[in-house]
């Protein structure tokens, strides 16, 4: 795990369904991959299912999705 960059974070949007100011990233390495691949989740159980290759592709991704 790479060490958090906390203006990511700082970034990060609200949950849509909670309203939970401060959502996690979360990374998992599956087998095969020589990299871990991230994605944001809430504490809800609310997620952006798609996995990124990089903490800001995640973060991105959640920001674009929360906007919708
Ligand atoms: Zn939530």
Do not use: F, H
């Amino acid at each position: 795990m790479p060490t958090t960059d906390k203006n990511l974070l700082a970034a990060l949007l609200p949950c849509t369904a909670c309203g939970n100011t401060a959502p996690r990233l979360e990374s998992t390495q599956p087998e095969g991959r020589l990299k871990p691949i991230y994605r944001v989740v809430c504490e809800c159980g609310n997620a952006y299912r798609q996995w990124s290759v990089t903490p800001q592709a995640a973060v991105r991704a959640w920001n674009r999705d929360v906007e919708k």
